[in-house]
């Protein structure tokens, strides 16, 4: 059976170490992704305190996570993107803010129960709406891989929201952080046993999705609530960005985002 240049291109990348650099330039687009989208979601949640900073977040994170998503897939693919991975981007994006919604409400939720509870359904039936427009799969299957993938988020969520929000009287809630740590790998597990072609997720890889995640979470976070305590977020972006990218150096082969999938 022959293969693709584009399949053989993947297997490349899959199976080859990769250079200092490339792994930078990994993090780097994983981080504007990722950091785009908790940016994204974090305006969301804080619509209620509206402030002008809040508002250039939201802008960032809707120029950033576009565009990284984009420049990665090219660049793995090294090709001209098609509609079908726009679409695949759409509901990347529309998946991890909702899920960003979601974690974020639960979160606030001592802070505004009514509030929390309006973008908790709101990011779900937004992150719902998205996945069955550009469903591909039949429908059982394309619900089990939306819930999968919005408990994979949310779950990262907990874990880095619950050490960012340690700085809010509120806060109690710890308990969370708990929460993901299990809910992420449960669902990771699960998703890898019901795709046969989904790459099992090592104990290995577990730990820098959740150190990375934690990393950037906190870096996010902090940007997001610098306005609530500049001391405090400033040790958190210093510290998220260290976790992070020396965690994201242990990704010897294949990309960052592989994490997730």
């Not at 508002?55 to 693919?77: D, V, Y």
């Not at 880095?160 to 308990?175: K, L, P, R, Y």
């Not at 999705?209 to 958190?236: Q, R």
Request: glycine fraction near 8%.
């Amino acid at each position: 059976m022959s293969i693709t240049a584009e399949q053989t291109q993947q297997l490349i990348s899959i199976n080859t170490s990769r250079s200092f650099i490339d792994r930078t330039v990994d993090y780097v687009l994983y981080f504007a992704t990722f950091g785009g989208i908790a940016f994204i979601a974090g305006a969301l949640v804080h619509a209620l305190t509206f402030s002008v900073y809040n508002m250039i977040l939201l802008g960032i994170g809707l120029i950033l996570t576009p565009w990284s998503i984009i420049a990665r897939e090219k660049r793995q693919k090294q090709a001209n993107l098609t509609k079908a991975d726009y679409e695949r981007v759409i509901v990347t994006i529309a998946v991890s803010v909702s899920a960003g919604c979601i974690s974020g409400g639960i979160l606030h939720w001592q802070e505004n129960p009514a509030f929390g509870l309006f973008i908790v359904i709101s990011g779900f039936v937004f992150a719902s709406i998205a996945t069955m427009l550009y469903a591909t799969k039949p429908l059982k299957e394309t619900v089990i891989n939306f819930l999968l993938s919005i408990s994979i988020f949310s779950g990262i969520s907990f874990v880095s929201g619950s050490v960012v929000h340690a700085m809010n009287d509120w806060f109690t809630n710890s308990s969370l952080i708990f929460v993901g740590i299990i809910m992420t790998p449960v669902a990771l597990l699960i998703k890898g046993k019901l795709s046969a072609q989904a790459s099992k997720t090592s104990l290995k890889d577990f730990l820098i999705l959740l150190f990375l995640s934690l990393g950037i979470g906190a870096i996010t976070g902090g940007v997001i609530h610098y306005e609530i305590d500049p001391h405090f977020s400033s040790m958190l972006i210093i510290g998220g960005f260290l976790l992070s990218y020396i965690s994201s150096l242990f990704k010897d082969k294949g990309s960052l985002v592989d994490l997730r999938s």
